[in-house]
């Protein structure tokens, strides 16, 4: 129950196109999805996060979807640039968790040029 | 402002020898948290300290300990490491453990054990 399913493993995106990275979860307690980007020899970094009381959060060219009744959430990127080329992780925590992180596996990105 | 940092950056053990990861954070984070990365594997958390002298067990405790003896620092032991722990190693910290405070990472630890 405190599992978070994470795909594609990995995904190729020409530049200019839409990117898109789905997650699942099982815990109803979970009240924070956030999004974190990972770049080769660094630690991740938070991009994005939603709360379950919206279905939608913008920020630039990235875009939260969230669906509380089907328990999943995505990250969509717009306008896909080499430079998004990484690894993201889904994430979700909340009182089920003590509020700790529970991670997805992670989706490894390429933008082609 | 330098953030999170990790040293070292690189390590390679034997199996049975023992060393300890050092974390060290200048934002005044009350929280901290050491994970481990494994391929396909997202991230684990291994301890975590809720403030300066406190520690409390992830996910994956076994075979690790830490400690919190100041606030800024936060060090995680192998007392005899295991090829099963050949891992990166990434410290974290948070200003609470609230969901919607942001965890800030350091750039890692990759330790290989023979």
């Known amino acids: 129950q405190q599992q978070v399913k994470q795909s594609p493993q990995s995904l190729i995106v020409q530049k200019g196109g839409i990117s898109i990275i789905n997650c699942a979860y099982e815990?109803?307690?979970?009240?924070?999805f956030p999004w974190y980007q990972q770049f080769p020899g660094k630690g991740p970094a938070l991009l994005i996060a939603i709360r379950p009381d919206v279905s939608e959060k913008k920020e630039g060219r990235f875009t939260i979807s969230f669906n509380k009744s089907a328990k999943q959430f995505s990250l969509h990127i717009m306008d896909s640039q080499p430079g998004d080329s990484a690894t993201y992780f889904c994430?979700?925590?909340?009182?089920?968790?003590?509020?700790?992180?529970?991670w997805g596996a992670g989706t490894k990105l390429i933008i082609k040029p | 402002n330098a953030g999170v940092t990790q040293t070292p950056k690189f390590r390679v053990l034997k199996t049975g020898q023992s060393m300890t990861l050092l974390c060290a954070q200048d934002?005044?984070?009350?929280?901290m948290y050491w994970y481990r990365q494994d391929p396909g594997m997202g991230l684990r958390l291994i301890h975590y300290?809720?403030?300066?002298?406190?520690?409390a067990k992830g996910e994956v405790p076994d075979g690790y300990n830490v400690s919190r003896l100041k606030k800024q620092n936060f060090l995680l032991g192998l007392e005899s490491a295991a090829p099963s722990q050949t891992s990166v190693y990434f410290c974290?910290?948070?200003?609470?453990?609230?969901?919607?405070?942001?965890?800030?990472f350091g750039d890692g630890t990759r330790l290989s054990i023979l």
């Open positions: 815990n109803t307690a979970f009240d924070y």
């Open positions: 300290s809720v403030g300066e002298g406190t520690t």
């Open positions: 934002m005044n984070h009350e929280y």
């Open positions: 974290a910290s948070g200003r609470s453990g609230q969901s919607n405070q942001p965890q800030h």
């Open positions: 994430a979700a925590s909340g009182p089920g968790s003590n509020y700790q992180l529970i």
